[in-house]
């Protein structure tokens, strides 16, 4: 469902355009300068460094958080986005991390969901923090 960003973002899409223009229209592998660039945050800079340059960053989404404290992989004290990007940079071998973002961000789109995981189906139930809490076997 839409909702109600679409205008900005076509803005923002517009200026970076532009912005990349500037700059011979490069596509810039530095994240500093990646959140420089309009509307781009650490999460989308991360995005663009792990997809298009795979260099190893963790761009902490609602999944990402989510599945992250809910199998136990970091404390319940990362109570924010970047928190929980540096204590799994810690832990994470740095050749994966790009795919275990993505492993991440699927495992919380179709198993481990928000409103109802499917822990049944889940291959980490058993090992998982929540299904240990929960006790789903």
């Known amino acids: 469902k839409p909702i109600g960003t679409y205008k900005k973002k076509s803005v923002f899409v517009h200026d970076i355009a532009n912005a990349l223009v500037d700059n011979n229209s490069i596509v810039p592998n530095d994240r500093k300068f990646l959140e420089n660039l309009p509307g781009v945050g650490r999460k989308t800079a991360n995005v663009i460094q792990s997809v298009v340059f795979n260099k190893a960053a963790m761009a902490v989404d609602t999944h990402v958080f989510r599945v992250s404290h809910r199998i136990g992989l970091v404390p319940q004290s ?34 481990c969901i928000a409103r109802k995981p499917k822990c049944e189906e889940c291959g980490l139930n058993g090992i998982c923090l929540e299904s240990l809490k929960t006790k789903v076997q």
């Not at 990362?78 to 994470?92: F, G, S, V, W």
Request: aromatic share 12%; hydrophobic share 40%.
């Open 78 to 111: 990362c109570t924010t986005p970047l928190a929980t990007e540096k204590y799994l940079m810690k832990y994470i071998p740095e050749a994966i991390v790009p795919k275990a973002h993505h492993w991440l961000i699927l495992h919380g789109r179709y198993v």
